[in-house]
């Protein structure tokens, strides 16, 4: 007797379906590291266009003080390398080890400089400190000598940057101290190391990559301000990148000076990553119960108060209440300053929205590589002058060859490829840091349940890592926000951001106008600043 075919069981068809799995696995890791790609190239584009464009033959060049910006931009480097490391790193450490009044609202406090952009610090000391104002006519009328404060010179922007971007140095050396062990200051109290020499050699050692990148940011957004030297009258290099394009009208001369632009950024990373080299700086892997603030003389306490409201009142009180009190006494051009914001909103919420999309592609479509990494931080350490150059030499030859006529939206476009190329690095590394803390299992586990790699990275490890995103896109808006020189090279006509309209108020001496679009932008970047400050805080203590 014959027996009847067999049924196909339920393993034949799962049989069947795998090879479609298979390709539909294959298909969305393609996807995924086809973004990658290009999120890459849109950091390396402009950057090798600069090359190519300065290295090309160029004939009947103008005459360029080259020499005379490139040692101004290396004294205003050291200058204010120093300053800021000597005031980050004594904050750092004071609102962290010592109990004084009002420590809790400096340790946040002390951030709020890194919200006021460089220019408007600039705006408000060159205003307040100017040979016609208040303060310089009262004291010649009372003494009879003039101050010697002249803001407008290489010592008043080493001043101003130092105070604008010492809160970088403060923030990492403040996120280091917080996650070492108080267990081992206990040691070194019993071994007979009074405070001081805790700092200088076991704190402070420890701290080194801290250090050193938190003086790596400050460097490379030294380089890169334009919006305060420019007022200042201190010709850097961004600013000869700028007057190259936009008075000279030569992308040939400006490319050779972004190239070095370019060259020292690359200089910056290397040595930073050559001092972190094979070396670990472990505090501890636990820290058993939070570190306890020393306590302070009556004396020290009266010092600690009045250095660190000395900081808050230099780095933005002075000049942001100055600004206000001009502000307050005219009626801004509302159409102007509304479309303005409104622009800037564009312009923000736009290329805050490209950026995350190419770092979270490169974060998960090139997790393992760490070039790339390397390749980020790169356009970051690039000023935003030179990001808008190597962008207009692939643009323009596109146009010529297909005949195109500038438009709006290419405008619009290479703007926020613009940022894309500069900022990525800011969206990458806290997400990169966010997915290091993830344990793989859990992709993993989603795998082995039947979700392809893009499923698994868009259900289970973005939402984990919200919080970082979050984090991410907040630090991009900012900067966007305040970025001028790219937005000044590359902005559409008919389009005026508040940095942008501010910078046109200042260039003609009209500070009270120019008061509002950079008091509008400094409220826009608050809350960004005091979140981060709390998330270090908060990272700090989940370590106790």
Avoid at 443 to 457: D, F, H, S
Avoid at 504 to 516: G, S, T
Wanted: charged share 15%.
């Amino acid at each position: 007797m014959t027996t009847p075919p067999a049924s196909p069981t339920p393993q034949s068809s799962k049989d069947t379906l795998a090879p479609l799995r298979a390709s539909r696995r294959g298909y969305g890791v393609f996807w995924l590291k086809l973004g990658a790609l290009i999120a890459v190239l849109v950091t390396l584009t402009p950057l090798v266009a600069v090359v190519y464009k300065a290295l090309a033959p160029a004939p009947d060049l103008p005459d360029f003080p080259f020499w005379r910006y490139a040692t101004t931009s290396l004294y205003l480097v050291i200058g204010v390398g120093v300053v800021a490391l000597v005031l980050g790193t004594f904050s750092a450490w004071l609102v962290t080890l010592y109990e004084f009044p009002f420590r809790r609202f400096f340790s946040w406090a002390l951030v709020l400089p890194l919200a006021c952009p460089a220019f408007v610090l600039a705006y408000g000391w060159a205003d307040f400190l100017d040979a016609a104002s208040p303060l310089r006519s009262g004291w010649r009328e009372a003494f009879g000598f003039d101050l010697p404060l002249n803001m407008r010179s290489l010592w008043g922007a080493i001043f101003v940057l130092s105070f604008a971007y010492f809160p970088y140095i403060y923030l990492t050396l403040r996120a280091s101290f917080l996650s070492q062990s108080a267990d081992m200051f206990d040691a070194a109290r019993l071994l007979g190391l009074k405070p001081h020499q805790i700092f200088w050699r076991v704190a402070l050692p420890l701290s080194r990559p801290a250090l050193i990148a938190g003086l790596a940011l400050t460097t490379m957004e030294t380089l890169a301000d334009y919006g305060a030297v420019n007022f200042l009258s201190v010709q850097t290099l961004t600013m000869g990148v700028v007057r190259a394009w936009s008075i000279f009208g030569s992308t040939a001369l400006a490319a050779k000076l972004a190239l070095v632009l370019i060259g020292a950024a690359l200089l910056f990373l290397v040595t930073e990553r050559f001092l972190r080299r094979g070396k670990r700086f472990a505090a501890g892997t636990a820290r058993w119960r939070k570190q306890a603030p020393l306590p302070l003389s009556t004396g020290g306490k009266i010092a600690a108060v009045l250095f660190c409201t000395l900081l808050l009142m230099l780095g933005m009180l002075i000049p942001v209440v100055w600004l206000v009190a001009q502000a307050v006494h005219i009626s801004p051009d509302w159409p102007r300053l509304i479309s303005a914001a409104q622009s800037t909103l564009l312009l923000s919420s736009s290329g805050t929205a490209l950026t995350l999309l190419l770092a979270t592609l490169v974060v998960f479509g090139m997790r393992k590589n760490r070039l790339i990494g390397y390749l980020m931080s790169l356009g970051y350490a690039t000023p935003g002058a030179v990001m808008a150059i190597g962008l207009l030499v692939p643009a323009s030859l596109f146009w010529n060859q297909f005949a195109l006529t500038s438009s709006l939206w290419l405008a619009f476009t290479l703007l926020l490829l613009a940022y894309a190329a500069r900022l990525m690095a800011s969206a990458y590394e806290p997400l990169q840091a966010g997915l290091t803390r993830l344990t793989p299992n859990l992709a993993l586990a989603a795998r082995t349940l039947g979700a392809t790699q893009t499923e698994a990275v868009r259900r289970v490890e973005l939402p984990l890592i919200r919080g970082t995103f979050l984090t991410a896109a907040l630090l991009v808006f900012v900067d966007i926000a305040k970025e001028l020189p790219a937005t000044l090279i590359l902005r559409p006509f008919e389009l005026e951001s508040l940095a942008v309209m501010a910078d046109r108020y200042a260039n003609d001496e009209r500070l009270a106008q120019a008061a509002w679009p950079s008091l509008i932008i400094l409220a826009v970047s608050i809350l960004p600043s005091l979140y981060l400050s709390r998330r270090i805080e908060r990272s700090g203590q989940n370590k106790s």
